[in-house]
């Protein structure tokens, strides 16, 4: 049974830091694309990284040059190192991997972006 479990979410401070991890577990882990995505109020979810088995990372414009996504295959873990966050980035954070035929999805992590 595939599961990731997110952690790392707060409150934060425009123009603040935090890093998202996703421990992952039944699966391997270095053949397994990672993505992340965040879903605001009232809004869809939305990919803001995905990293690739062999290293290949994409971001949407939005995250660009703030975000940073990472994997430790030795700790079946991905990251989310996010820089100079805005009110905009206020959202809920999930890990996601397509494993087999199915997709699965962490539970989510806040992240609040306020004074």
């Known amino acids: 049974q595939v599961q990731l479990v997110e952690s790392g979410g707060g409150l934060v401070q425009p123009g603040g830091f935090l890093r998202l991890s996703c421990a992952t577990s039944g699966m391997i882990f270095s053949i397994a694309a990672m993505s992340w995505y965040r879903q605001a109020p009232g809004k869809q979810r939305e990919l803001v990284a995905s990293i690739g088995s062999g290293g290949r990372i994409n971001y949407p414009d939005s995250v660009k040059g703030r975000f940073t996504i990472s994997r430790n295959n030795a700790k079946n873990t991905v990251y989310l190192q996010m820089n100079s966050l805005k009110s905009d980035d206020t959202a809920v954070y999930y890990c996601?991997?397509?494993?087999?035929?199915?997709?699965?999805w962490g539970q989510g992590t806040q992240v609040t972006v306020s004074w």
């Open positions: 996601n991997t397509v494993w087999g035929r199915n997709t699965y």
